[in-house]
């Protein structure tokens, strides 16, 4: 069955990087889309940004364009996302998704990272 | 930035319809999906290409659209789909996700 597994949450000082981590198993990950989706706490879910199956292409919410960098290594079935300047605002509960062409039919458990002085 | 606006909370009765609304700019002219979320776990698509349901998801989902709204109905609701509601659609390259709707089965 579809297994992603985010890591690589944590607390994290503003200013501060960080690199999540989905492990995905039991479908073939080179041929899929994924996604990062997050939540802030209590808030509703925000887009963060879609890798094209093999990372050729990229798309980010705009308010993330410039300090996060999606990317994957299809060899390591891993997808990740590299948070830089990382500020109070940005603390959420972060999922990864696969994009099944018109829609994310799979998400993980979320990790969540938290921005704090 | 592109906008997709849901009424923030919808009460519904046991065994009776719940209707979630998303409304955005020429939405008509796009794909929306639905996700609907419970306390503590992880989104789940339950509506796709406006109308379509994923395998697994109950038959008393159904999407819909006209003009610029999107509805998200559930006939014959059970207490089992309390949940948080998202609609979602593509603007641009960006995927872009409703404000929630959380719908209270009383």
Not at chain 1, 58 to 67: E, L
Not at chain 2, 24 to 30: F, I, P, Q, S
Request: charged content about 15%; some cysteine.
């Amino acid at each position: 069955q579809v297994q992603l597994v985010e890591s690589g949450g944590g607390v994290v000082h503003p200013g501060r990087s960080l690199r999540l981590s989905c492990a995905a198993s039991g479908f073939t990950f080179s041929s899929y889309a994924m996604h990062w989706v997050r939540q802030a706490p209590g808030k509703g879910l925000e887009w963060v940004a879609l890798i094209s199956y093999d990372g050729t292409n990229k798309y980010y919410a705009d308010s993330m364009k410039g300090r996060f960098t999606i990317s994957r290594d299809n060899s390591k079935n891993t997808l990740y996302l590299q948070m830089n300047s990382l500020r109070v605002e940005d603390t959420a509960v972060y999922y990864c998704a696969r994009e099944d062409g018109s829609g994310a039919n799979h998400w993980g458990q979320g990790t969540l990272v938290t921005v704090s002085s | 930035s592109y906008e997709l606006t849901q009424p923030p909370s919808v009460s519904v009765s046991p065994g009776q319809t719940a209707s979630i609304t998303c409304s955005g700019d020429k939405l008509g002219d796009k794909y929306a999906c639905w996700y609907q979320q419970k306390p503590g776990q992880s989104p789940v698509l339950v509506i796709f290409q406006d109308s379509k349901r994923p395998s697994g998801i109950p038959e008393r989902f159904s999407g819909s659209t006209s003009g610029n709204t999107a509805t998200l109905t559930i006939s014959g609701t059970q207490a089992m789909d309390e949940a948080d509601y998202y609609c979602q659609a593509w603007d641009r390259g960006t995927a872009v996700f409703g404000t929630g709707t959380k719908v209270t089965v009383l």
